[in-house]
Nanobody
Framework: QVQLVESGGGLVQAGGSLALSCAASRSIRSINAMAWYRQAPGKQRELVATITTGDTKIYADFVKGRFTISRDNAKNTVYLQMNSLKPEDTAVYYC?????????WGKGTLVTVSS
């Protein structure tokens, strides 16, 4: 079991940057699948980026080259660096952890990108 708390969301102009953090309540060293998802108003939740314990990173096509996911096992934290933000990146961003077939979610942090 794990609790996830996101932070770092806010309002930014198009072209700007934000850095999101996801703090876990326990060690993430053994959690293979950690990820960021997002959900825009009226849309389904979608995968943004995934990172494994082996530091393999997978990105959705719509963020490739702009977003970077990383993890710091010593701090039990996963990060999402978002650059060159676009208005269509506006969404609530959720942290995800998959442990033994159980899905864990944070409550989300709102990112709003103005044009």
């Amino acid at each position: 079991q794990v609790q996830l708390v996101e932070s770092g969301g806010g309002l930014v102009q198009a072209g700007g940057s934000l850095a999101l953090s996801c703090a876990a309540s326990r060690s993430i060293r053994s959690i293979n699948a950690m990820a960021w998802y997002r959900q825009a108003p009226g849309k389904q939740r979608e995968l943004v980026a995934t990172i494994t314990t082996g530091d393999t990173k997978i990105y959705a096509d719509f963020v490739k080259g702009r977003f970077t996911i990383s993890r710091d096992n010593a701090k039990n934290t996963v990060y999402l660096q978002m650059n060159s933000l676009k208005p269509e990146d506006t969404a609530v961003y959720y942290c995800y952890a998959g442990i033994s077939g159980v899905n864990y979610w944070g409550k989300g942090t709102l990112v709003t990108v103005s044009s």
